[in-house]
């Protein structure tokens, strides 16, 4: 156990519902991380928060998902208008420290796996 | 932009064998590098990570791997594979400033042959 938390484990729904997932990072972490792992392949980066503020989205997170982190401590993952290609592994990490350091190890959360059906 | 290629999907060695998992790197700036385990349905597990200093860097379980700054390489190696190291294991590679977002690579899973 890492420490990060992420809720629901698993969730298979409908082709055009919508679904949002929870990451509780580790307590002292500013830094949170979601990525997305497809079957068979390495994670891949999707955004980036510091603190309350996303400073950066990949161009994988199209208009259909979003993600907050209200006050600096959980975040959320909503996707809407769900596709088939949007199943996946999606992969919360939290890192310690408000600036790049050599302390900067991501621990990561267990995932939740999305089915869409 | 930075890259990382693994080579070989799946690697197979006999309990008590060599472990050899290979990792190439591209980055146009000095790079972290890291070595990360996946155990099935799980998340991700650091085994070990290269920032500055020793490029001979030792991990958990056994583990260690060496960078290689004229080869772009960071190869995970383990003197004697046990039945428990058999997961999925990923190289990858974030820069030292910024957002230190990670690029792995497609990962490669090692099985254990009694």
Known sequence: DTGVSQNPRHKITKRGQNVTFRCDPISEHNRLYWYRQTLGQGPEFLTYFQNEAQLEKSRLLSDRFSAERPKGSFSTLEIQRTEQGDSAMYLCASVVGGSPGLNSVAFFGQGTRLTVV | ?114
């Not at chain 2, 791997?65 to 590679?93: I, N, Q, R």
């Open chain 2, 1 to 114: 932009a930075q890259s990382v290629t693994q080579l070989g999907s799946h690697v197979s060695v006999s309990e008590g064998a060599l472990v050899l998992l290979r990792c190439n790197y591209s980055s146009s700036v000095p790079p972290y590098l890291f070595w990360y385990v996946q155990y099935p349905n799980q998340g991700l597990q650091l085994l070990l990570k290269y920032t500055t200093g020793a490029t001979l860097v030792k991990g958990i379980n056994g583990f260690e791997a060496e960078f290689k700054k004229s080869e772009t390489s960071f190869h995970l190696t383990k003197p004697s594979a046990h039945m428990s190291d058999a997961a999925e294991y990923f190289c990858a590679v974030s820069k030292i400033q910024g957002a230190q977002k990670l690029v792995f690579g497609q990962g490669t899973r090692l099985t254990i042959n009694p």
